[in-house]
């Protein structure tokens, strides 16, 4: 991917056409980003097995999977706790699976959610913890990323392919203002653009597109929503009611 990560700088991670910048950790450190987890509800919807099985979406170079892993086995400390962490970068999966000191519990996996070989991977997993589907699908930073490469329809068959597989959901979706930064560092490393942005009707507040769709054909009830972070993005955790 020759366009993935474009000149970076002191400000900000750089150009990226799918969010896989190499550096992002150092922009939004893991240790202080699972200080806003809503961990605690978790407590409440977890099921009745030995296992609490999560996937991480996007999972970049697996710092913020390992921190959830740690914060998880804090929470939920009679439950074995095993996650699934996937990105579509092969470099940072390998990277991940490099750094990974507990392989018994947290798995990587170089994966594109919207690729054909996605249900033999999660079902694999699953099959492999003697579970049908994730207690938990976090998806930090992400739904932009679908959004601007996969369109409306994209983003909506993300977020019911991902409630359909998963008990709860905890989402942080990027602010509108994030989807023109992102299109002006694209132009300005001249590496394009995103065809799709202009076509896009979900535009706005996409908080409360991402509830709509949730909510209304995910079958989803919100749980929590979490106060703006210090890059101005929320945590919104749902429950799938059926």
């Not at 200080?35 to 919807?45: E, I, R, V, Y």
């Not at 709509?212 to 995910?218: F, G, Q, V």
């Amino acid at each position: 991917m020759s366009d993935d990560k474009l000149h970076p700088s002191a400000g900000e991670p750089g150009a990226s056409r799918y969010g896989n910048f190499c550096n992002y950790y150092q922009f939004h450190p893991a240790e202080v980003r699972v200080k806003q987890l809503p961990l605690d509800l978790f407590s409440s919807t977890e099921n009745d097995g030995k296992k609490f099985v999560a996937l991480d979406i996007g999972c970049n170079a697996g710092n913020l999977t390992v921190e959830l892993y740690k914060c998880l086995s804090e929470k939920l400390p009679d439950k074995e706790i095993a996650i699934l962490g996937i990105d579509l970068d092969p470099t940072l999966i390998e990277r991940a699976r490099e750094l990974n000191t507990r392989p018994e519990s947290i798995s990587f996996e170089c994966l594109d959610f919207f690729s054909d070989e996605r249900e033999n991977v999660l079902a694999s997993f699953l099959r492999r913890h003697g579970v049908d589907e994730f207690d938990a699908t976090f998806c930090f930073s992400v739904t932009m990323w679908i959004h601007l490469n996969h369109g409306d329809a994209g983003l909506e068959r993300f977020l019911r392919d991902v409630a359909r597989r998963s008990r709860t959901i905890l989402i942080e979706p990027q602010p509108w203002k994030c989807y023109r930064n992102a299109a002006r560092r694209l132009k300005r490393a001249q590496a394009g653009d995103f065809p799709l942005l202009q076509g896009l009707k979900l535009r706005g507040d996409m908080v409360e597109h991402v509830e709509r769709i949730l909510t209304l054909e995910c079958a989803c009830e919100r749980l929590h929503v979490s106060e703006e972070n210090d890059w101005q993005r929320k945590l919104l955790l749902y429950k799938r009611s059926r």
